[in-house]
């Protein structure tokens, strides 16, 4: 019996002694439960980028294009015109052919051909049509140009640089556009010219202010010529100046020049001149010449003669 009770014992205590062990182990697992749980990644945060949708860029207005209508009376071929002629494929057939007064063209194979009043892109057009007419050429292609324009012209007269007679087209057909085909005008050339134009069978004069035309801005006076129009640049208004002056001569005379300017413009006096010894040389209404002393601040005008006169001391 005391055996038995032994035994019992020892299980007694050895079950205790694993209650208390697991007892043991679940309470230090309460301490520290974190260090049960393996840590989990946090989720990073992303931010959406999101992008407009793309819209189609808006197509720009379209403005309406207005095509300038050529006078076809300055794009005619006339008499005397000189025609550049070719014939693709067919060079044997460039021709270089003068308008006769007639108003014929010459052309191999087909011979006369009328060309007066038609556009070059007309003139090609006929020529195209006779060759294929007469079986000469299969499909002509005929490109027609203006080598040299004698039929329409404006004659270009006066003070400017390069004087003589200048084609009109659609294009070149302003008043400013012959003076600059002319060079402009020249340093003895005025500010006015004069228009000379066929209206009806009768003459008609037309005088512009270059100077003012542009001051104002008003180009209604930049007017569109015709053929067979003149244009005559005038002279300037002048004044003279010589006697005890460096460079003795005419000059322009500018808007309100005085004695003392004009002078200036003849280099000033010599070192014998004098201010006290200047005289003006006047012609008046009637043609009659007058000697008029004056003074540095005295106004000129047109064709005064200055005259400076030597110092007596």
């Not at 520290?32 to 931010?47: F, G, N, V």
């Not at 009376?73 to 025609?83: I, Q, R």
């Amino acid at each position: 019996m005391n055996i038995l009770n032994r035994n019992r014992s020892s299980r007694s205590l050895a079950a205790a002694f694993g209650v208390a062990t697991l007892l043991a182990a679940a309470a230090a697992s309460a301490a520290s439960p974190l260090s049960m749980i393996q840590p989990q990644p946090q989720p990073t945060a992303r931010l959406a980028v999101v992008s407009p949708s793309a819209q189609p860029a808006a197509k720009p207005a379209e403005l309406p294009v207005t095509q300038a209508t050529a006078d076809p009376v300055l794009e005619a071929v006339g008499a005397g015109d000189m025609l550049h002629i070719t014939v693709f494929r067919n060079p044997e057939l460039t021709t270089d052919a003068k308008v006769t007064d007639q108003g014929t063209i010459l052309f191999p194979l087909i011979g006369d051909v009328k060309v007066t009043g038609l556009s070059p892109q007309q003139v090609g057009a006929r020529i195209s049509e006779m060759l294929r007419q007469g079986k000469y050429v299969v499909n002509p292609e005929v490109a027609v140009s203006m080598a040299q324009v004698n039929s329409r012209q404006v004659s270009v007269l006066g003070n400017v640089n390069k004087p003589g007679r200048y084609p009109i087209d659609g294009v070149n057909n302003k008043l400013t556009d012959f003076l600059a085909a002319a060079g402009g005008v020249a340093g003895t050339g005025s500010d006015s010219v004069t228009i000379v134009s066929n209206s009806n069978g009768q003459s008609v004069k037309t005088d512009v202010d270059l100077t003012g035309m542009f001051r104002e801005g008003n180009l209604t006076k930049n007017v569109v010529l015709q053929p067979g129009d003149t244009i005559f640049v005038h002279r300037a208004p002048m004044v003279y100046v010589y006697g005890e002056v460096q460079k003795a001569g005419a000059y322009r005379l500018e808007p309100h020049m005085t004695v003392m300017q004009a002078i200036a413009m003849g280099g000033g006096l010599t070192v014998r001149g004098t201010e006290r010894g200047v005289r003006i040389h006047r012609r008046d209404a009637s043609g009659n010449v007058k000697k008029l002393d004056a003074s540095l601040t005295d106004p000129v005008q047109s064709d005064d003669v200055v005259f400076v006169r030597e110092s007596l001391f």
